[in-house]
């Protein structure tokens, strides 16, 4: 039990110090005018298509409108290119305007989430039903309806401590996880070419969670795992202006069954099952992993 409880102290230490550095340099919170990027889920945007596709771990999106290049579609890249000294474009939004707030478990639950209740939302909040922050909370109260695809969990946690719970629950009591970002201790420009620095390395994880944060008035994050044959990698990056960043990287092993729409065949001219699919996750992201594996 005692060790129980440090371990869940560790992780929690950690996720707090993950979230600290997000909330620093680039959560959001869903204002006026910051519908610029596609991390701040403006659903009217052509971006928010993009991003929904690999949030779904990329399954299912259509995108026949992002074709005509938003550039945070640069984070699609084929197994092959992990190698050192590999340049690829890659798109790492940076945001130091917008922060979310990440509420206690009781603060969330004393407020409602469900699309249902969004009427009610939008007037304890005073926003107008067209506003763009009622579209984002309602894409939001949206995607943490739907059901899972099968073999899948998912969840929307608007809270670190019911995140937490639901991760114990994926893993298993008895598992130890930690939890992985991809991380720059400087300011990033958005897009560029960045030379992979040193030999990815691979983390062996049977099961992981990933989980994307989602427009809405407070911190919400969305989650989702299964077990499956994706490998995760960890991936030093060199920037063209001296930039480094720490990635974390997924690659989806077998593409056969995704829809041959999917933005990242576009973006690497490749048709479903040609080879497998890796996309760099955000700087606001969080990988639960085993640990140790
Ligand atoms: C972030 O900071 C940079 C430099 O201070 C500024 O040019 C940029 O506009 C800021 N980004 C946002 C989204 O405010
Ligand atoms: C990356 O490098 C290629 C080849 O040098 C160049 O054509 C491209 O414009 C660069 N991309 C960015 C985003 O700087």
Redesign the pocket.
């Known amino acids: 039990m005692g060790s129980g409880f440090s371990s869940w102290c560790f992780t929690l230490c950690l996720l707090l110090a993950a979230l600290m550095c997000a909330q620093d340099s680039n959560a959001r919170r869903v204002t006026k005018g910051e519908g610029d990027d596609r991390n701040n889920y403006d659903p009217s945007s052509e971006a928010s298509d993009g991003h929904d596709q690999w949030i779904n771990g990329g399954h299912h999106a259509k995108t026949s409108h992002v074709d005509h290049m938003d550039p945070s579609v640069h984070i699609f890249f084929t197994i092959d290119n992990l190698k050192i000294g590999k340049?690829l474009?890659i798109y790492f939004s940076y945001k130091n305007s917008t922060k979310s707030y990440l509420l206690s478990r009781e603060e969330a639950n004393s407020i409602p989430f469900s699309s249902q209740k969004l009427p009610y939302l939008l007037e304890l909040f005073s926003f107008s039903k067209d506003s763009p922050q009622a579209k984002a909370m309602e894409y939001t109260l949206e995607h943490c309806e739907r059901e899972p695809i099968k073999g899948e969990t998912r969840f929307c946690a608007t809270s670190l401590e019911s995140m937490l719970d639901s991760a114990r629950g994926f893993f298993g009591l008895d598992t130890n996880f930690k939890i992985l970002t991809t991380s720059s201790l400087t300011k990033l420009t958005p897009?560029?070419?960045y030379t992979i620095l040193e030999m990815p390395q691979e983390i062996f994880a049977p099961k992981f969670i990933a989980c994307h944060s989602l427009p809405y008035l407070y911190a919400v994050f969305y989650c989702h795992g299964q077990e499956s044959k994706n490998r995760l990698f960890q991936i030093s990056l060199g920037g063209?202006n001296g930039e480094k960043v720490e990635a974390v990287a997924v690659c989806h092993m077998d593409t056969s069954l995704w829809d041959a729409d999917h933005v990242s065949f576009r973006v690497l001219k490749i048709k479903p099952g040609d080879s497998p699919v890796c996309h760099f996750f955000p700087l606001d992201n969080l990988v639960w992993v085993p640990f140790p594996a």
């Open positions: 340049s474009p897009l560029q070419n063209e």
